[in-house]
């Protein structure tokens, strides 16, 4: 008997010194901050944090929210993957005097852990139409059920108070982070972040599924997740002054290409600009109406163009825009429509723009009008490109295809006018001693 007792406690007792010589694995806890509105680039900056901590098996993901509001759609992806993820969420409303409020309010109650801290707020999260104000009565009841049904299915998975969390959304009630303490709607209040680890070490965690899980925390590794290049960006165009700007832009150098064909840059960067402003209206709530409304105002300057209207089509034009970009986004909330601060001084400057290009266009169409084509004969221009068989001059603000009579002509060089045909000019280089009426014999 003695042989296999001291073979016991010989096991026994390398177990012992093996788990004492194994370093103890270091417990991470993942941080990330969203200082948003919620949106597409919000929505995948969070699903990508989570996805990360449960590749890390990491204790708990702390996301420290501050956020006005945002789109539905975002809202309910991101409430889906805090309640399907497989570590704890912590959602922290932090520093003092942010907000969690709107599609912010349904994020923090769907997180395992709902925490504030002192002097934020939250709730507020009554639907609303994308110009702000309240839903009518034909889809009042539908669209506050849905918001209030999932509100209610969130607090009840997490065991908070179902009726103050349906009160956020039916009568857009606000709570301070004490007011959300007491009415079991959230479930810390802390200070800051590492006042918020204090709370949650020994802290009991129920998750969706009815399982608890005690956080024990030992010097945790805190692993900082931050947004990544293409989210930066994504979140920069998901701005909707951003957007409005990159469309106006885009407008202002198509026209600017269409008036005076020739100079190329200003319709790459229209192109350019365009597509941008078509990338991030793909990711904003879009008002058909406004959108139909700027899309009217440039065909109205295109005919300005064409047709002589004495200034009446660039009128309604300018009207269509600066209608259609307070309506072009249709946001919940303030932060996610173009704000009159920004639409006003851009329908200024592509008023003043769009008058200036086009006084210049009629006052070409005049002088050729008055003048013929036999008019531009002897007047000077300049080359715009090298010329030789072919090349292209400007003359009075027009554009013209030329064709050199005098040799090589260098871009640049001032250049007079001895033919003009159907598409095309015949020019001769004017000598520097040359005066800028005068004929060479």
């Known amino acids: 008997m003695m042989v296999p007792m001291q073979r016991l406690k010989f096991i026994l007792g390398a177990l012992v010194a093996l788990v004492v010589a194994c370093p103890v694995m270091a417990q991470e806890v993942v941080r990330l901050r969203v200082e948003d509105t919620i949106q597409p680039a919000s929505q995948r900056f969070i699903e990508r944090a989570i996805e990360d901590a449960e590749r890390r098996e990491a204790a708990f993901v702390v996301i420290e929210l501050d956020t006005p509001g945002g789109l539905l759609d975002s809202t309910r992806e991101i409430t889906s993957a805090i309640t399907e993820s497989e570590v704890p969420v912590v959602v922290f409303v932090t520093p003092g005097g942010a907000q969690a409020t709107s599609a912010g309010f349904f994020i923090l109650i769907s997180a395992d852990v709902a925490a504030m801290a002192p002097g934020t707020n939250t709730g507020a999260a009554s639907p609303v139409q994308g110009q702000g104000e309240d839903i009518g009565e034909t889809m009042k009841a539908k669209v506050f059920s849905d918001a209030s049904a999932m509100a209610r299915s969130l ?13 956020a959304v039916v009568d857009a009630r606000s709570f301070t982070a004490e007011e959300a303490l007491e009415a079991e709607i959230t479930d810390l209040v802390a200070k800051n972040f590492d006042a918020l680890l204090e709370s949650l070490n020994g802290f009991e965690m129920t998750r969706v599924d009815g399982s608890t899980v005690q956080v024990e925390l030992t010097d945790p590794v805190i692993i900082e997740i931050e947004q990544s290049r293409a989210e930066e960006i994504l979140s920069f165009l998901a701005n909707p002054n951003v957007a409005y700007l990159l469309l106006a832009l885009g407008m202002l150098g198509i026209y600017v290409e ?184």
Not at 155 to 167: C, F, Q
Not at 380 to 393: C, E, Q, R, Y
């Open 155 to 167: 607090a009840e998975a997490r065991g908070r108070n179902v009726d103050l969390a349906v009160e």
């Open 258 to 441: 269409v008036t005076h064909p020739g100079g190329i840059f200003p319709g790459v960067v229209g192109v350019i600009a365009m597509l941008l402003a078509l990338y991030s209206m793909s990711v904003l709530p879009l008002s058909w109406a406004g959108v139909a409304l700027i899309a009217i105002s440039l065909l109205l300057f295109l005919l300005e163009v064409k047709v002589t209207s004495f200034g009446l089509l660039t009128v309604g034009g300018l009207v269509c825009f600066v209608l259609g970009s307070l309506m072009l986004f249709d946001g919940p909330i303030p932060d996610m429509r173009v704000s009159l601060g920004v639409a006003l001084p851009t329908a200024v400057v592509v008023a003043g723009m769009t008058i200036f290009l086009l006084s210049r266009v009629v006052q070409a169409h005049r002088r050729q009008v008055m003048t013929g084509q036999e008019g531009l004969v002897g007047e000077t221009g300049k080359a715009l490109t090298d010329i030789d068989a072919n090349g292209k001059v400007v003359v009075h603000g027009e554009y013209w295809d030329a064709r050199s009579m005098s040799g090589r002509i260098e871009k640049g060089s001032e250049v007079r006018v001895e033919f003009v045909g159907d598409r095309r000019i015949d020019v001769t280089r004017v000598e520097p001693t040359e005066a800028p009426g005068e004929r060479r014999a």
